[in-house]
């Protein structure tokens, strides 16, 4: 810092001049929001410690309800190790309070996981819709990476509608719209929390693909379904034809007749599955089942829920220049 002297006093060069910050200034509005919301999800997020078959494990939970229920990435608590009666981790909060707690279900297909505390916990996060997300918003991450307890990062959705493919035993699935966010996410933040600017909890931290990028597993509809089913039942169940398939361009006479441009090419029959009993082939081109458009393998993928296991479902296909109809019944998918 230079200073030059002029009547025994010292005058600073304004650009040199130093602006500390001082306790009683006020905080821009980008720092204002991230405290806030810090503030707010901090208290409501625990670091998990599990021992699995592995060693012992680390990751995040957040609390969304009253009563001690807390959400978690499934692949955070697989393989844990518990029976009589023992307790299957440990989870910490922010505040110092620790409690033990149980996998009440887990469904690795969606990389989702509810646990239950044994006790009372910190107050609950509020559950938000990541439908209404839009790219460039502001959100904020809040887990334990490395074992850091109560560590905020923040950054703006980098993108929306990503998929992540999933796997249990044999069968695979593709999670659908999950956000990509540039917030920094590193080992351990699996299970946090991703919160907006009104510290609402629209994202399960779940991976992180690479420097400078994370994703989460959206808080929607089909994500509340889930969290239902695995409090209610332990488990989700799915409907399973035996099929995989890639989004191809319809022919220009079959998309004018369908009024869609797109269709999904079955790429594998697997033997012995409701769909080859009933009749489909590689090559056949799905258009639609049960009159709902089928544009994308999510499309099928979305349409077999626990309703259709069991019921009789039509399929119509695009095969050798023919529009032709498949009744299919779908049984039980079993992930073991």
Same mark, same amino acid.
């Given at each position: 810092m230079h200073a030059r002297m002029r009547s025994g006093r010292v005058r600073m060069h304004a650009s040199d001049e130093e602006y500390p910050h001082r306790p009683d200034e006020p905080l821009d509005a980008y720092s204002t929001i991230v405290t806030q919301v810090a503030a707010a999800?901090?208290?409501?997020?625990?670091?998990?410690?599990?021992?699995?078959?592995?060693?012992a494990g680390a990751g995040s939970a957040v609390v969304f309800t009253d009563d001690g229920f807390l959400l978690t990435s499934a692949h955070v608590v697989e393989g844990l190790l518990g029976g009589g009666g023992a307790a299957v981790g440990l989870a910490q909060f922010a505040d110092g309070t620790e409690?033990?707690?149980?996998?009440?279900?887990?469904?690795?297909?969606?990389?989702?996981?509810v646990l239950r505390a044994r006790g009372a916990t910190p107050r609950a996060a509020v559950l938000g819709d990541a439908a209404g997300?839009? /790219? *460039?918003?502001?959100?904020?991450?809040? @887990?334990?990476? =490395? +074992? &850091?307890?109560?560590? !905020?990062? %923040?950054?703006?959705?980098?993108?929306?509608?990503?998929?992540?493919p999933t796997r249990a035993g044999s069968a695979v699935r593709v999670v659908d719209e999950v956000i990509q966010?540039?917030?920094?996410?590193?080992?351990?933040?699996?299970?946090?929390?991703?919160?907006?600017?009104?510290?609402?909890? /629209? *994202?399960?931290?779940?991976?992180?693909? @690479?420097?400078? =990028? +994370? &994703?989460?597993?959206? !808080?929607? %509809?089909?994500?509340?379904?889930?969290?239902a089913a695995l409090m209610r039942y332990g488990r989700v169940r799915r409907a399973y034809l035996g099929v995989a398939g890639v989004r191809?361009?319809?022919?220009?006479?079959?998309?004018?007749?369908?009024?869609?441009?797109?269709?999904?090419?079955?790429?594998? /029959?697997?033997?012995?599955s409701p769909a080859g009993g009933a009749g489909l082939f590689t090559g056949d081109l799905v258009l639609s089942m049960d009159r709902a458009?089928?544009?994308?393998?999510?499309?099928?993928?979305?349409?077999?829920?626990?309703?259709?296991?069991?019921?009789?479902?039509?399929?119509?296909?695009?095969?050798?220049?023919?529009?032709?109809?498949?009744?299919?019944v779908p049984r039980e998918l079993v992930t073991t």
């Open positions: 999800l901090t208290p409501s997020v625990a670091s998990l410690r599990v021992r699995t078959r592995r060693g409690r033990e707690f149980d996998v009440v279900g887990a469904d690795p297909l969606s990389d989702l996981a997300l839009r /790219v *460039g918003q502001l959100v904020v991450a809040v @887990g334990n990476p =490395l +074992g &850091l307890t109560g560590s !905020v990062t %923040a950054g703006v959705v980098s993108a929306l509608g990503r998929s992540l966010t540039d917030a920094a996410l590193n080992p351990g933040n699996s299970g946090g929390a991703l919160g907006t600017a009104d510290a609402r909890v /629209v *994202g399960i931290n779940t991976a992180v693909a @690479g420097v400078g =990028l +994370g &994703l989460a597993i959206p !808080v929607n %509809a089909a994500t509340r379904k889930i969290l191809v361009p319809l022919p220009p006479a079959v998309a004018e007749r369908t009024g869609q441009s797109h269709g999904v090419r079955l790429a594998e /029959v697997v033997v012995d458009p089928i544009v994308t393998p999510s499309d099928l993928q979305r349409l077999l829920t626990e309703a259709t296991i069991g019921r009789a479902v039509e399929l119509t296909v695009w095969r050798r220049g023919a529009m032709v109809d498949v009744i299919v």
